[in-house]
């Protein structure tokens, strides 16, 4: 921890990290010509590429955070963490919603094409986003307005090219979308139940089971509690998030008993424990599928992120490493806006009619193009930040 500042500087760097390789397979998901192993595992497939861990790790990521968040909130006499928990939820629903739109957008009869339709709506969430400072309150309310303003006309504007669905319709959440989702259910578990760790570890084994019944109907007694608990989807982006919150909250326990050894011990035997379970069940619930939301692929996934943030805690809180991961550091300190960097750099493209020479766009040119670019999106995320361009939800 840093103790100047509060912070776990392990999950800082492994966020870093993550994103970093988020916006890295991200730009490489529809090259050809690259490693299988590298990338999304088809969905027909009993497979895990290394693409396929990188989403998990995220919303591990998140879960971990949340009781640390909480408890800085908490230490500053702030009383509104569930305000806080549902605005933080919609705004991530909201531009998950929105981004997810601009798959079925219809150029043939909209107004604006794709590419100047989802730019705009881009640029109007970095409006309503804005970590505006105190000093510039006035005027923050009203780029935030005009940001709001901005989203409302593209909103009335828009058309889809699906006919049953002419406007602006749920196709599915979109990363930032399951995220809120997620966030929301496991964020307030962890309020509710004051951080008691037996609450999160029984809420993130309650997740675990959900997607277990989802795929195999094993646990005809959950069928009840199915039908009130909808929003969770299949339990298997909840299990990720409450997975983090349960590491979280043995790491704060752990750690104030000075006995982080235990800490290691705990999650080496925990990831065996639920590699084993994964491959069990592996060959009676559908494989390896992150496509499908698999059990599978939900332990093992959580077994690597176990072990790999018990290698961030040796590395960067015992070991004190934190510089090894200072080149990604812009990555985790502002992931959202790096996320939307990203998202605005592909319709700019566009628009630009930038076209790269074909070796870029597959095989080994195309990872290194893909690797430079996630890098490039780090510095502008960096630079951003460095003129007081900051977005938080």
């Known amino acids: 921890m840093d103790n100047i500042s509060g912070r776990i500087r392990s999950i800082d760097a492994f966020r870093a990290v993550t994103m970093l390789l988020m916006i890295f397979v991200n730009d490489m998901d529809s090259m050809q010509h690259i490693p299988k192993w590298i990338q999304h595992a088809d969905e027909t497939d ?57 798959d079925i957008y219809n150029t043939k009869s909209a107004l604006l094409s794709r590419p100047v339709w989802e730019s705009l709506m881009i640029i109007s969430f970095f409006f309503i986003m804005l970590d505006y400072r105190k000093e510039a309150s006035a005027w923050g309310r009203y780029l935030q307005g005009f940001g709001i303003l901005l989203l409302g006309i593209l909103s009335a504007i828009y058309k889809s090219n ?46 675990v089971l959900f997607n277990l019944d989802f795929h195999a109907g094993w646990l005809d007694f959950l069928e009840p509690v199915s039908k009130h608990v909808w929003i969770a989807g299949n339990g298997a982006m909840q299990a990720f998030t409450m997975a983090g919150v349960s590491v979280a909250v043995l790491y704060i326990h752990l750690e104030e ?11 080496i035997v925990t990831a065996v424990i639920l590699l084993n379970i994964g491959f069990i069940v592996r060959d009676i619930t559908g ?68 076209d790269l020479p074909e070796y870029l766009d597959e095989g080994t040119g195309g990872l290194i193009k893909a690797l430079i670019f996630a890098f490039a999106v780090v510095w502008v995320t960096a630079l951003l930040k460095k003129i007081n361009i900051r977005l938080k939800i």
């Open 46 to 102: 009993d497979a895990l590429g290394f693409a396929d861990i990188i989403f998990p790790a995220f919303l591990f990521i998140v879960g971990l955070s949340i009781p640390f968040a909480f408890q800085k909130r908490a230490s500053h006499g702030d009383n509104r963490i569930p305000l806080r928990i549902i605005t933080r939820s919609f705004l991530l629903i909201l531009a998950g919603f929105f981004l997810a739109n601009v």
């Open 162 to 207: 699906d006919p049953v669905h002419p406007w602006l319709h749920f196709t599915w959440w979109e990363i930032l979308g399951l995220i809120g989702w997620s966030y929301l259910v496991c964020a307030f578990i962890y309020h509710w139940s004051k951080g008691s760790v037996w609450i999160q570890v029984i809420a993130w084994l309650f997740f």
């Open 257 to 267: 008993k000075k006995n982080l050894k235990l800490f290691f011990t705990g999650m």
């Open 287 to 354: 494989g390896i599928s992150k496509s499908n939301d698999s059990p599978a692929w939900v332990l093992i996934c959580t077994a690597i992120c176990l072990v790999v943030y018990a290698a961030f805690v040796f590395i960067v809180d015992i070991r004190g490493k934190y510089n090894w991961f200072k080149f990604a550091e812009p990555a985790g300190a502002g992931a959202f806006t790096c996320y939307m960097v990203a998202a605005l750099y592909y319709p700019l493209h566009v628009l630009a009619r930038l």
